[in-house]
């Protein structure tokens, strides 16, 4: 089973940019970017196909995160700009689980190998 890796988190102002890298020990197909919050459930960030054609977002953050990846690296990423205090919380990349394992899908459950996240925290 391939095993994620998050980095890139930190402390950032609002209005600031960070970028989130999650690193793959192997093959991945459609990835995706999920947040959570103290006291709050793991909500949907962004994901992206196994080919990086598709990708999607979720309304809070759409025009301002964008989801990338490169597939020689097993690498996916996370771009955050303009960055506002309720993006404050820990990120995860996970991968979908099978099968159709090259769609972008939203739902945590559909999601099978998580990494162990990176945290980000926007101040005002």
């Known amino acids: 089973q391939v095993q994620l890796v998050e980095s890139g988190g930190g402390l950032a102002q609002a209005g600031g940019s960070l970028r989130l890298s999650c690193a793959a020990s192997g093959r991945t197909y459609a990835m995706g970017w999920f947040r959570q919050a103290p006291g709050k459930e793991r909500e949907f960030v962004a994901g992206m196909s196994s080919s990086g054609v598709t990708t999607h977002y979720a309304d809070s953050v759409k025009g301002r995160f964008t989801i990338s990846r490169d597939n020689p690296k097993n690498t996916v990423y996370l771009h955050m700009d303009s960055l506002k205090p309720e993006d404050t919380a820990n990120y995860y990349c996970?991968?979908?689980?099978?099968?159709?394992?090259?769609?972008?899908?939203?739902?945590?459950?559909?999601?099978?190998?998580w990494g162990q996240g990176t945290r980000v925290t926007v101040s005002s």
């Open positions: 996970a991968t979908v689980r099978p099968p159709a394992m090259w769609i972008v899908r939203t739902r945590p459950e559909d999601y099978e190998t």
